[in-house]
């Protein structure tokens, strides 16, 4: 029997996004029997696929607890683990990151129930700032301000101050002007070596309002990463399998920090767009993995 592989997404994107759709076709043309499937749907039957990929499941953020305990339940079978994606899921892990030596885009952070003055004291009294959940993905519920626009303040406060009752943690970053002139950079990682890297465009206005979908709109293309980026985006993968586990796949995004050199934005283990429409021989690489991983046996 052909080996069963299900790639895991949410209910608004049920048949997969484009990516997930390029990835199963070429999935079942090197002979996996693959499908889409809705990690919380509670009538599919995970125990009958062999190994579980994980990829558009973009609502995880809103019930991470759910989710977390949908990844205990596949166990071994899930690509990246359970381990990888409870370490992932907060971005807390941006504090490990920085211990281990990496360098970090500066971050603070401030958990449900603090008082009025330290949601104050949080926010930076001079230059640009964003605010986001520690649980997020695709940039919802998050926003830049700016210390010196009239009003910026206080919308920030409401900002903050609305995550927290509603239970989240909330993380401050300076915004970095390297955005708006080099842009993102993001190295993709499958086994962990670099497969390509794609240029992410600037996603955040002064005065944009939150995003209220899955998530916002992207300006992406292939990008040559320079070789500071892709040492740094192994170093921190190598490390990272060390210290948690190997992940199968892996998103590094990065910006140049106010000297020049490339600095951590966030590290993608759970559910990244890993941009497989720019990079064909990425999604022949990820099958091999796949297949490797079906013929070893993951049950």
């Known amino acids: 029997m052909a ?17 997930g759709k390029l990835l199963l076709a070429a999935c079942r043309e090197a002979g996996i029997e693959a499908e889409p499937a809705i990690w919380d749907d509670g009538g599919a039957d995970w125990d009958g696929f062999d190994l579980v990929l994980i990829r558009s499941t973009w609502d995880y953020k809103d019930k991470p607890a759910e989710f977390r305990a949908w990844t205990e339940r596949i166990g071994p079978r899930l690509r990246n ?21 990496f360098p970090v885009v500066p971050t603070s952070f401030l958990e449900p129930g603090a008082c009025h003055e330290e949601i104050a004291g949080m926010l930076p009294g001079s230059g640009q700032y964003v605010v986001k959940p520690a649980v997020s993905a695709g940039s919802t519920d998050t926003a830049r301000y700016a210390a010196a626009e009239p009003g910026d303040r206080e919308r920030a406060l409401g900002h903050v101050s609305t995550l927290l009752g509603n239970g989240r943690t909330v993380m401050v970053q300076p915004f970095l002007a390297s ?25 955040l ?25 892709l040492r740094l985006a192994q170093a921190i993968v190598e490390r990272f399998s060390a210290e948690v586990a190997a992940p199968l796949y892996a998103r590094v995004d990065m910006l140049r920090d ?20 720019h990079s064909p021989s ?14 070893a046996g993951t049950r």
């Open 205 to 229: 206005e002064i005065g944009q309002g939150l995003e209220q979908g899955l998530f916002r709109e992207e300006e992406i293309s292939l990008r040559q990463a320079h070789a500071d980026e």
């Open 3 to 19: 080996p069963r592989l299900a790639l895991a997404t949410c209910a608004e994107v049920a048949d997969l996004d484009p990516e």
């Open 81 to 101: 683990g359970p381990g990888i994606v409870a370490w992932n899921i907060s971005k807390h892990y941006l504090q490990v990151l920085a211990g281990w030596g």
């Open 179 to 203: 955005v708006e002139t080099e842009a993102e950079t993001a190295v993709i990682l499958l086994g962990g070596e670099p497969a390509h890297a794609i240029r992410k465009g600037p996603l």
């Open 282 to 295: 990425s999604v022949t690489r990820i099958v091999e993995l796949l297949l490797a991983e079906l013929g």
């Open 258 to 277: 106010d000297a020049g050199a490339p600095t951590v934005l966030e590290l993608e283990l759970i559910e990244p767009s890993l941009m497989l429409d």
